[in-house]
């Protein structure tokens, strides 16, 4: 069982360039989210997803998508880099139900230049 | 949408010292509460939680209380250990949507020998 997984952990992008962030879950949970994480500013939310095919925007949506075709996988693509895109970026799950503790993932650290 | 603020951004206490972190926020339907700690370069990972039909929560020397007429809820850490030390933050749960957390920005705590 390993929880939450992100790949890679770590990726410098050339501003305009794009690419796609991995997150996989082996837990069979039903919610997905994916956050970012800035200094002073906590952890926001960009899109989330409560099953597979249904997703949502979060707080912070813009220059992001995401899709959900298995409840394993919810990947997060940047379009467009940009240096406002420079971060840590979070994703987490939780199963359905009364539990709503989310579990995290490692993390990414993202760098755009 | 729900705001949650978070104070103090930083705290220092000795050893031994309790510390307590508060949060407001401003959805009364809010629901759900958990406080997450992330120490340097890791992962968020929840540590307590609090619903809404329950005022107060305690695991060993960590406890959580809340007061829903005044829309906030606050961590409390007795006999603090170095290895308390980290960032820790607190989060709110809209009780329309299913899985979207609202952060604080966080709480450096230093605990100091």
Known sequence: NAG?????????????????????????????SWYRQDPGMGLRLIHYSVGAGITDQGEVPNGYNVSRSTTEDFPLRLLSAAPSQTSVYFCASRGAGTNYGYTFGSGTRLTVV | ??????????????????????????????????????????????IIDIRSNVGEKKDQRIAVTLNKTAKHFSLHITETQPEDSAVYFCAAKYTGTASKLTFGTGTRLQVTL
């Not at chain 1, 770590?10 to 690419?19: H, P």
């Not at chain 2, 206490?13 to 340097?40: H, M, R």
């Open chain 2, 1 to 46: 949408g729900e705001n949650v603020e978070q104070h103090p951004s930083t705290l220092s206490v000795q050893e031994g010292d309790s510390a307590v972190i508060k949060c407001t926020y401003s959805d009364s339907a809010s629901n759900y509460f958990p406080w997450y700690k992330q120490e340097l370069g890791k992962r968020p990972q929840l």
């Open chain 1, 4 to 32: 939450v997984t992100q790949t890679p952990k770590f990726q410098v992008l050339k501003t305009g360039q794009s690419m796609t962030l991995q997150c996989a879950q082996d837990m069979n949970h039903e919610y997905m």
